[in-house]
């Protein structure tokens, strides 16, 4: 009996990083869930899920090059992960993509050929 792999990718069909990262699943035979997070953004508990699963530190997840990242002032010294978290929930264009989870593991993939590290062999 075949086992169907779990894949969820946080995408961004806007991004040629996502598109790129969805395309190397497809081509693998996955059938990702595809999450367009800025159409149904992630709540706060569900942001801390997904960064805490990836287990690096917030700010690797927040895409500091959108101007909303300025204009929050989250590049300040002293801000915090709780508020880094808030405004990533408030402004889902903050969550750097995509992130894909596996069930061997969660990860930015950044560049995209690095999903295949979160593919079985």
């Known amino acids: 009996m075949e086992e169907r792999t779990l894949v969820t990718i946080y ?3 806007r991004c ?3 598109r790129n990262t969805l395309a190397l699943l497809q081509e693998r035979g996955m059938e990702p869930e595809v999450v367009e997070y800025l159409k149904t953004p992630l709540d706060r508990g569900a942001l801390q899920a997904l ?5 690096v530190p917030v700010i690797d997840v927040v895409r500091a090059k959108e101007a ?3 204009e929050l002032k989250l590049g300040e010294p002293g ?16 969550m750097n993509r995509p992130i894909v989870a596996t069930p061997l593991g969660t990860r930015l993939c950044r560049p995209a050929e690095m999903v295949l590290q979160l593919l079985p062999a």
């Open 51 to 55: 960064i805490a699963a990836m287990g």
């Open 16 to 18: 040629g990083t996502s």
């Open 68 to 70: 909303v990242f300025a």
């Open 11 to 13: 995408h961004n069909p």
């Open 79 to 94: 801000v915090t992960d709780a508020q880094l978290i808030d405004a990533m929930a408030a402004h889902p264009i903050l």
